[in-house]
């Protein structure tokens, strides 16, 4: 069977969106900033939302600015360190794994999702200067990262994105995805990230206590260990899982089924 012209362009765009190579970050990046502004739309990626890394090229160079544009007044969302925690966008992201897009009305989605009634995006939109509405495309990785993708309109007067997200979301869904896990693949290969191993069952059996709530100090009257020995296994877990912080450990540890 032949294939159709618009199947081959949309097989080049994946093609170049997918890399495995730090040195090929930049390329691909170039690649996708041009497949979506030809829709009218700009994107912004945070591939992991728990990270306050960004995302960069081979040379240290910030993608997001360079590439993607976000270079005006207010746009270096990037930044703002707690807006993992202050914007509804990436948020949601954290309820839902496939696209859906918003405005200050709230999230629209074509599957029901409970947690977006919650969520009141009309504060957010009345300060946001550079768009009145996004789609967003979540990236639920492997270690339980979260990567979070923002397609804005050039127009940032433009409200309504429920024909572009109808139309048009799967293709650009893909490659976007494509373009994701292909960054953390090589940042892994190159070593930009520390090399996760398996929890040892020491470890596991700290982080079980320490969800229960309890102390180093009780774990260690609890399994007849030192001290020093709980917080040398708690920090490890942490170490292997990429994790800052107790709290997030734990979460990290649960998400992977660590934790009964």
């Not at 994946?14 to 041009?34: C, G, K, M, Y």
């Not at 009309?122 to 270690?143: C, D, G, N, R, T």
Request: aromatic content about 10%.
């Amino acid at each position: 069977m032949h294939q159709s012209r618009r199947e081959i362009q949309l097989g080049s765009i994946f093609d170049r969106v997918t890399f495995v190579n730090s040195s090929e970050i930049r390329p691909a990046a170039q690649a996708l900033h041009s497949f979506v502004e030809s829709y009218s739309l700009r994107v912004a990626i945070w591939h992991d939302i728990s990270s306050p890394e960004q995302l960069m090229d081979e040379e240290g160079n910030c993608l997001n600015a360079d590439v993607f544009g976000w270079t005006g007044v207010g746009e270096k969302w990037w930044e703002n360190r707690s807006l993992a925690l202050e914007s509804p966008l990436p948020e949601a992201c954290r309820y839902e794994s496939e696209p859906f897009w918003c405005n200050s009305r709230g999230f629209f989605s074509p599957w029901p999702n409970e947690h977006f009634d919650s969520i009141d995006t009309s504060p957010y939109f009345e300060k946001e200067q550079s768009f009145q509405s996004a789609i967003l495309v979540p990236k639920h990785l492997a270690m339980g990262k979260v990567s979070a993708s923002c397609l804005v309109p050039l127009d940032p007067k433009k409200t309504d994105l429920e024909a572009v997200f109808n139309d048009h979301v799967d293709v650009l869904a893909q490659a976007i995805r494509k373009f994701v896990r292909s960054y953390h693949a090589a940042i892994h290969k190159d070593g930009f990230l520390f090399h996760e191993k398996s929890l040892s069952r020491h470890e596991v059996c700290c982080l079980v206590w320490a969800a229960r709530g309890k102390t180093d100090q009780e774990i260690a009257d609890i399994l007849y260990r030192s001290h020093a020995t709980v917080r040398y296994h708690i920090t490890r877990a942490g170490e292997k899982l990429n994790t800052v912080g107790r709290a997030q450990t734990l979460a990290r540890a649960a998400q992977l089924g660590y934790l009964p």
